[in-house]
């Protein structure tokens, strides 16, 4: 189980990569850090960029599928819209961590959650 938690974190901190850099691609740009990323060099298009996130995230669902966790499953949902939404609320919010707390307070109770199953059995 422990490789499907690692796996399912690569897959995820990717998927948050590649969403991150469309959601800045008109700013990258503009950065001496940043504007030789692949997107904004156009080395990819953003129906490529969308694609991969769209890849990474389903094969991270497969693994929470693999788990065969209800409840698992179900906060999984809401998780890859604060995923997916969290990069643009940079320019809506004066503290977009607090959006990001949200998705953090979804995986701490999956784990609550976890922890009290494993001492149920």
């Not at 990474?56 to 995923?83: D, E, Y």
């Not at 707390?101 to 494993?118: M, N």
């Amino acid at each position: 189980m422990l490789w499907v938690f690692i796996l399912g974190t690569v897959l995820m901190r990717s998927a948050g990569c590649v969403i991150n850099d469309y959601a800045d691609r008109d700013f990258d740009c503009h950065v001496e850090r940043t504007k030789e990323r692949p997107l904004t060099a156009g080395k990819v298009t953003t129906k490529e960029a969308l694609a991969l996130f769209a890849g990474l995230s389903l094969a991270a669902l497969c693994l929470v599928l693999m788990l065969g966790n209800t409840l698992v499953i179900w906060l999984s949902v809401p998780a890859i819209f604060l995923a997916a939404s969290y990069p643009f609320t940079q320019r809506f919010l004066a503290i977009p961590q607090a959006y990001l707390g949200r998705r953090l307070w979804l995986r701490h109770s999956d784990g609550l959650r976890r922890a009290s199953a494993q001492r149920a059995t």
